[in-house]
């Protein structure tokens, strides 16, 4: 089983008394090492003080005790290395074993949280359809899809429930393999089969070699190909093939789950276009974020009936590209997505100044994860398997906030500042003397930021987050040069700047 926080909090503080407890007995003895010599070494000269110089065989018998303090010393190093070597091993032996189970408490952990959502998703996909078929009238085609995913769902959750049994038999060795000939093609294309009935938006491609046979247990070589294809169908893009390649060659079998996941290329990211707001739209549009494709087709059909325009997203930078290039009245965000996860979407977008709202939908419903989410700037948190009815009325009260946002904060395009002007969607400007000239995309970005927090200091931190994005960091001193440029821009003194100021050590401040 697991170990819980508390009881791996106790094993650490038991842990950490058994270290000093150690260090301890080492103390003590080397002390009575220290204490034993001495004793030693007094006992010598007390003995040879009782001797008579002039006595025959003195030194004879000098030597003697000499000799029986040099024993005794060999003695006490003697036990002493081999009580400190034993206790040494034992505490070696105890630190690999506590470690050990630390690190398999951990695992235990990360398992049990991923399992959860993985148990949790095809739930709430299952309930959210039958409520779609309680609440809606559907046509008879809408009405058979839902139900052929609800059992789609239902045979997901069975097969998760045997994995865990699976597991838990292995974890216990009671799980018994057994090696018999298996056809590693039939079970192969019984993988691409389902994968192709559950994801029928994916494409997959079997490139499959006939009786291909091997000597192994079928439900562990079953696990394994699931588990290949899942993560590529999961990490890849929407419209990206994934091919399943088996051969043999020279007596080896080679299988390959190859996805074409194009990403984002650089060139998209710097090249975009500034933010387009559909000023004449008369839907909201909703942008749902959602990598599992059954709750995703639900969620945006019931959102679709609500007369909303919904926009799907099936990653975290997918998410990011789009709200950076269109205007949406509210987000629909899942935590555990490929790529970059829910929690640092909704930071890298709050750190931008968007104040989409932002509902987060997730499997995860401990209180530290729902403060986690709302720390990070989430206006609402909904925890999987949700009602339909709940999720609509939370939808409908973040939307009336954000007409309200809309309504309260018109996006002002041009922007005047002593003899300057800006034009935020041209990207042209009117510099101090007269002159225009047209700035790069990331100069009225960073223009944009600093003049929207006008006479607040501005971090580093957060323009290299809001300007550059997540996963370009380029060095601070790229901020400097661009300071510099407005102050060359929009300065009568650079050198005694009005406008544009540098904190040290800090960030940078528009004043006005």
């Not at 494409?203 to 290949?228: C, M, R, S």
């Not at 043999?248 to 975009?272: P, Q, R, T």
């Not at 600093?450 to 790229?478: A, C, D, F, H, M």
Request: aromatic share 8%; with cysteine; net charge neutral.
């Amino acid at each position: 089983m697991p170990l819980s926080s508390y009881k791996t909090k106790k094993l650490r503080f038991v842990f950490i008394v058994y270290w000093f407890l150690l260090a301890y007995i080492v103390a003590a003895l080397v002390w009575w090492f220290i204490e034993l010599n001495n004793q030693n070494r007094q006992m010598t000269t007390h003995d040879i003080s009782q001797l008579k110089k002039e006595a025959p065989g003195y030194i004879e018998e000098t030597q003697k005790i000499i000799e029986k303090e040099k024993r005794k010393t060999a003695q006490y190093i003697g036990e002493g290395s081999v009580f400190f070597l034993v206790i040494m091993a034992g505490a070696f032996f105890i630190f690999r074993a506590v470690r050990r189970q630390l690190r398999a408490g951990q695992q235990q952990q990360n398992f049990m949280m991923a399992i959860t959502h993985e148990l949790k998703t095809p739930i709430a996909v299952t309930k959210l359809n039958l409520e779609t078929l309680f609440k809606r009238k559907l046509d008879e085609a809408q009405t058979q899809k839902l139900l052929l995913k609800s059992i789609q769902e239902t045979n997901r959750l069975n097969a998760l429930c045997n994995n865990i049994l699976l597991v838990s038999q292995i974890e216990d060795h009671r799980y018994n393999i057994t090696k018999e000939a298996i056809s590693l093609s039939v079970l192969a294309q019984g993988c691409i089969n389902e994968f192709s009935s559950r994801f029928p938006q994916h494409a997959y491609h079997a490139v499959i070699t006939d009786d291909i046979f091997i000597k192994g247990d079928q439900l562990l070589l079953q696990l394994a190909i699931n588990n290949l294809v899942d993560n590529a169908t999961k990490y890849s893009g929407k419209e990206s093939a994934i091919t399943i390649s088996l051969t043999e060659e020279a007596g080896k079998i080679k299988l390959a789950v190859i996805d074409e996941g194009k990403g984002v290329a650089d060139a998209d990211i710097d090249h975009s276009p500034l933010t387009i707001h559909h000023m004449n739209q008369q839907k909201l549009s909703i942008l749902l974020v959602e990598d599992e494709e059954n709750l995703q087709e639900a969620l945006k059909l019931n959102l679709e009936l609500e007369d909303y325009e919904v926009t799907s997203a099936w990653n975290g930078v997918e998410a990011l590209d789009l709200v950076q290039k269109e205007h949406f009245d509210l987000m629909i965000l899942d935590v555990m997505l490929p790529e970059l996860d829910g929690i640092s979407v909704c930071e890298t977008i709050r750190l931008q100044n968007n104040e989409i709202p932002i509902l987060i939908l997730s499997a995860k419903n401990s209180s530290a994860d729902r403060v986690l989410g709302l720390k990070k700037g989430a206006d609402d948190y909904l925890t999987k398997p949700f009602n339909l009815e709940e999720l609509l009325l939370r939808v409908s009260k973040l939307l009336q906030k954000s007409k309200q946002l809309t309504a309260r904060k018109p996006v002002e395009q041009v922007y005047s500042f002593g003899k300057n002007k800006i034009d935020f969607s041209s990207l042209e400007c009117t510099t101090k003397d007269g002159s225009k000239i047209t700035l790069t995309k990331k100069e009225i970005m960073l223009l944009k930021l600093l003049i929207e927090n006008k006479n607040e200091v501005v971090t580093r931190e957060k323009i290299l987050q809001s300007v550059w994005g997540y996963n370009v960091y380029p060095t601070t001193r790229t901020i400097d040069n661009f300071i510099l440029n407005f102050r060359k821009y929009f300065e009568e003194d650079s050198r005694n700047p009005k406008y544009f100021h540098s904190i040290r050590g800090i960030g940078y401040k528009f004043t006005e």
